[in-house]
């Protein structure tokens, strides 16, 4: 029941807890790796910025900046574009529900669009350049989103479509009953028809299959920072770093949320495929702005 198995490539986990209980309270593995995550974007950004001659300390007061903003940000984007699942006749309890922050529910781009305008006011308040900032926090950031999306594995959420492909992720329906979210889950589409209709027996559970999403993200976003390692030695200008992560994640994460069935929508529109769209068309821009404008300045 607490098993999550991978049929096609012979692997499987018989149990996965989605936390540890510490005198009585439970710690989501979510939460666990968000803060390892943190914690690595951190040494990784303030050993870059020491290379780069910033000062270690600037890593150290944006990182108390950033932890409220990120987890505020990733917050307001999920409940702005879900706010049905948050509303309530009582305005109390609406409240309560949207900082309700066990209940789950965080965006990352929510996250990320909060804490780029941190960093870009942050910056100009400590007179440091944003691009020189900007680069040296990205590879933190990729490391950080890598360790986060194995929290939605544990959590047996953000999965994609049906699929019978060898990449396929088998959940046991009984794990969703138990956890008494299968009716909403059924409601809202996550859990689909189709899903239901093909579902597969592994070690005798009934399992629904489905894309792996959170690892192939990963896998993404793992290729993403190999080739930012290999490129950083190739960098000509400030901001180079930052915008190809800009553009990179933004077309993995275009393809990858074409699989999900959790998406936040706009009408018929996946919200963080638009996201995605601004995400890459900026980050050409502004990676094309910033070279033209290393030209003219070298001609001058």
């Known amino acids: 029941m607490n098993g999550i198995y991978f049929p096609g490539m012979g692997i499987g986990f018989d149990n996965v807890p989605t936390g540890i209980t510490i005198f009585g309270l439970e710690i989501k593995f979510y939460g666990i790796l968000i803060a390892i995550g943190f914690f690595s974007a951190y040494m990784i950004a ?4 020491k290379k780069s001659g910033l000062d270690e300390e600037l890593y150290m007061d944006y990182l108390i900046l950033l932890i409220p903003c990120a987890l ?14 948050f509303s309530d006749p009582s305005v109390v309890k609406t409240l309560w529900n949207i900082v309700n922050f066990r209940n789950g529910g965080l965006a990352v ?11 870009i006011i942050y910056t100009k308040k400590k007179n440091v350049e944003f691009f020189m900032f900007s680069d040296t926090i990205a590879y933190g950031i990729l490391v950080g989103q890598i360790l986060g999306r194995w929290g939605n594995f544990f959590n047996r959420e953000a999965f994609g479509a049906y699929t019978s492909s060898f990449i396929r992720m088998a959940l046991p329906l009984d794990y969703f009953k138990n956890e008494g979210s299968l009716t909403y889950l059924e409601r809202t589409d996550i859990i689909s028809n189709q899903m239901l209709l093909n579902t597969e027996v592994v070690k005798g559970n009934e399992c629904i299959t489905v894309y792996p999403t959170f690892l192939l993200e990963g896998m993404w976003n793992l290729a993403v920072l190999i080739f930012l390692i290999v490129y950083y030695k190739h960098r000509k200008v400030s901001g180079e770093i930052s915008l190809f992560y800009v553009i990179l994640y933004g077309v993995g994460r275009f393809i990858v949320e074409a699989l999900r069935t959790d ?6 529109l996946k919200i963080s ?3 995605a769209v601004f995400c890459v068309v ?4 502004g990676f094309v702005y910033l ?3 290393s030209v003219k ?4």
Request: proline share 2%; glycine share 18%; net charge positive.
């Open 46 to 49: 303030r050993y870059l910025g």
């Open 72 to 85: 505020i940000g990733a917050r307001l984007y999920y409940v702005i574009f879900n706010f049905g699942n």
């Open 109 to 119: 781009y929510g996250g990320l669009i909060l804490g780029v305008v941190a960093a």
């Open 263 to 268: 998406s936040l929508m706009i009408g018929p």
């Open 273 to 275: 495929q638009i996201v």
């Open 282 to 285: 900026g980050g050409i821009a």
């Open 291 to 293: 070279r033209l404008k």
């Open 297 to 300: 300045k070298q001609e001058e």
